[in-house]
Each structure stands twice: as C-alpha cells, then as structure tokens.
Nanobody
Framework: QVQLVESGGGLVQPGGSLRLSCAASGSISRFVVMGWYRQAPGKQRLLVASVTSDGSGYYSDSVKGRFTISRDNAKNTVYLQMSSLKPEDTAVYYC?????????WGQGTQVTVSS
C-alpha cells in the first residue's frame, strides 16, 4: 500500500519561495500522473499542479508561472517549487494521484504566506 508523506512547508513572507517534497513509500508507477493539491481553511481541496510520466507539468491559472512541479521516479518523490508566494497561497498542501484513482491522503504540509 502506498503511503504519501509531504514535507517542506513553513512560514514565508510574500514574494518568498518554498520547495515541497512528497515521498511515497511503496512504488508508484511512473505512468501515474501525480499532482499537488491544496486546501485553504473552509474551502475545498483543489488540484493546483500535475506532472506526467515524461515530466510535463500542468498548472491551474492561480499558480501558473510561479510554481513548478517535478518528479523523480527512481526516488518515488514529487516536488513542488513555489516562488513569488502570495498570502492567498496559504493552505495545507497534499500530493496524490491526479487520475481517477487516489492513494490514501497523507497528512499534508502547511504553507503560510504572511508578513
């Protein structure tokens, strides 16, 4: 059974950067499209970025041009490089499959953007 562990969150000032990591225990097929989701207080969990097996990234309009998703299939790890962070990026960030079948959700990592 695949377990997902997110890390790398924290408190950052507006305009700052963070790099999130998602390590999977157990093997994730390189053909599974993986994604990063975020959930702000009182709001739905939304997909903000996804990455295909060949490394092609897709982004929601809210993060396009500021976030970069990548994956290391050998390490079963997915990354999210976040730059030019805004207060509205504050949320708990999760990784999971972006396809129809999800793995069990991890605990997420909190990102807080505030001065």
């Amino acid at each position: 059974q695949v377990q997902l562990v997110e890390s790398g969150g924290g408190l950052v000032q507006p305009g700052g950067s963070l790099r999130l990591s998602c390590a999977a225990s157990g093997s994730i097929s390189r053909f599974v499209v993986m994604g990063w989701y975020r959930q702000a207080p009182g709001k739905q969990r939304l997909l903000v970025a996804s990455v295909t097996s060949d490394g092609s990234g897709y982004y929601s309009d809210s993060v396009k041009g500021r976030f970069t998703i990548s994956r290391d299939n050998a390490k079963n790890t997915v990354y999210l490089q976040m730059s030019s962070l805004k207060p509205e990026d504050t949320a708990v960030y999760y990784c999971n499959s972006a396809g129809a079948i999800r793995y069990a959700w991890g605990q997420g990592t909190q990102v807080t953007v505030s001065s």
